[in-house]
């Protein structure tokens, strides 16, 4: 399959403190869906993005078919952001590619 | 209210037994997919269904097979349960055709003895 790949793999943050994630891809897609999972294991659906920018509260991504990238923001990172945040790429035809995720720990 | 429900939640096989999981969407959704979740890992696509009665394997089919007789129901079936599948299995939907967002159900952890 197509490799994605998101960086950094483990993040740690302070209450406050702001970061960004990345998911790279290597060929151009259609789209990007962002997930958060949650200690219980729910995967929660943070953005869809076939373009552009889009921003929900402290969370902002955006989406660079040509250049091939995917960002997601968090700002003012809070304790209930802890999790492993996915990124999966819509490859056009139905299909989806993850990547390996980005394991963030806010600490107080 | 959109939602993809699995049952069951939690599962314990032995070796050698059969296994269905078993998926529901309430959004007429005409794709839907298995995937599974090892540790450390995302999520790997094993089936996904078109439509009824019209799948697809995805990436690590084998050992598995899938059957949806109704749309908003789509099964997961493993003959003869390996430990080699113990795994969290996460059921997904989305409409047809575009540019659309996944719908996950809570996922069904399987362990296999």
């Known amino acids: 399959g197509m490799p994605v790949e998101q960086n950094p793999p483990a993040l740690s943050l302070y209450e406050g403190a702001e970061s960004g994630l990345r998911c790279n891809f290597s060929?151009?897609?259609?789209?990007v869906q962002w997930f958060q999972q949650n200690h219980r294991g729910r995967l929660i659906t943070l953005f869809y993005?076939?373009?552009g920018t889009k921003e929900n509260g402290r969370l902002k991504s955006t989406f660079n078919s040509k250049e091939r990238y995917s960002t997601l923001h968090i700002k003012d990172a809070q304790l209930e952001d802890s999790g492993t945040y996915f990124c999966a790429v819509d490859t056009g035809n139905y299909k989806y590619v993850f990547g390996a995720g980005t394991r963030l720990k806010v600490i107080a | 209210d959109m939602k993809v429900t699995q049952m069951p939640r939690y599962l314990i096989k032995r070796m050698g037994e059969n296994v269905l999981l078993e998926c529901g969407q309430d959004?007429?959704?005409?794709?839907m997919y298995w995937y599974r979740q090892d540790p450390g890992l995302g999520l790997q696509l094993i089936y996904i269904?078109?439509?009824?009665?019209?799948?697809s394997e995805g990436d690590i089919p084998k050992g598995y097979r899938v059957s949806r007789k109704k749309r908003e129901h789509f099964s997961l079936i493993l003959d003869s349960a390996k430990t080699n599948q113990t795994s969290v299995y996460f059921c997904?939907?989305?409409?047809?055709?575009?540019?659309?967002?996944?719908?996950f159900g809570p996922g069904t952890r399987l362990t296999v003895l």
């Open positions: 060929t151009t897609m259609k789209g």
């Open positions: 269904s078109y439509d009824v009665d019209s799948n």
């Open positions: 993005l076939a373009q």
């Open positions: 959004m007429s959704h005409e794709t």
């Open positions: 997904a939907s989305r409409p047809g055709q575009g540019a659309y967002e996944q719908y």
